[in-house]
Antibody
Framework: EVQLVESGGGLVQPGGSLRLSCAAS????????MSWVRQAPGKGLEWVSV???????YYADSVKGRFTVSRDSSKNTLYLQMNSLRPEDTAVYYC?????????WGQGTLVTVSS | DIQMTQSPSSLSASVGDRVILTCRAS??????LGWYQQKPGKAPKRLIY???SLQSGVPSRFSGSGSGTEFTLTISSLQPEDFASYYC?????????FGGGTKVEIK
């Protein structure tokens, strides 16, 4: 059974950093496309990034240069390193396993950027 | 970037109603489109992939159609558990883009 569990969210000041984790089970993170999607409070869904199976990545313009996605095969975990955080980055962050777009989703982790 | 426009942004309907949601792409995306349902406080759930293929386990009252730039999600007979928000997503090219969503509320 595919399971995804996000962690690492919390309250951070503007300009700060945070690293989100997405622990996977039931499949191998390094062998498939994995996405991060976020949702600001009361707003719609926004795609953030994708990690390719060959260790490449693609980012939304809104986070390019500030966010970095990576994978740890030994822990079967996907990460999202978020630097230079802004109030508009406040959202629930979901990781998802892709198959023609996100298919399996985690429960999400809340990131709040505020002073 | 490909823009996805959903309409309406919200609608009120009754149990048993036939409901049609629309999604328009700013350029041809062939059939690289999915439909997602999201309930408050929950992760999205994919209902339809490749514009018209029903995801395993999804009730047959949900159907999708369209290709190119115009797509629809139809709920043939609205059930109480269908009151939720619905989003389309294009995966034709990166960055992936969602529509703004349609909130289906109880009349």
């Amino acid at each position: 059974e595919v399971q995804l569990v996000e962690s690492g969210g919390g309250l951070v000041q503007p300009g700060g950093s945070l690293r989100l984790s997405c622990a996977a089970s039931g499949f191998t993170v390094s062998s498939t496309y994995m996405s991060w999607v976020r949702q600001a409070p009361g707003k719609g869904l926004e795609w953030v990034s994708v990690a390719y199976s060959d260790a490449g990545a693609y980012y939304a313009d809104s986070v390019k240069g500030r966010f970095t996605v990576s994978r740890d095969s030994s822990k079967n975990t996907l990460y999202l390193q978020m630097n230079s955080l802004r109030p508009e980055d406040t959202a629930v962050y979901y990781c998802a396993r892709d198959s023609k777009g996100p298919l399996y989703w985690g429960q999400g982790t809340l990131v709040t950027v505020s002073s | 970037d490909i823009q996805m426009t959903q309409s309406p942004s919200s609608l009120s309907a009754s149990v048993g109603d036939r409901v049609i949601l629309t999604c328009r792409a700013s350029q041809d995306i062939r059939n690289d489109l999915g439909w997602y349902q999201q309930k408050p406080g929950k992760a999205p759930k994919r209902l339809i992939y490749a514009a018209s293929s029903l995801q395993s386990g999804v009730p047959s009252r949900f159907s999708g159609s369209g290709s190119g730039t115009e797509f629809t999600l139809t709920i043939s007979s609205l059930q109480p558990e269908d009151f939720a928000s619905y989003y389309c997503l294009q995966h034709h090219s990166y960055p992936l883009t969602f529509g703004g969503g349609t909130k289906v509320e109880i009349k």
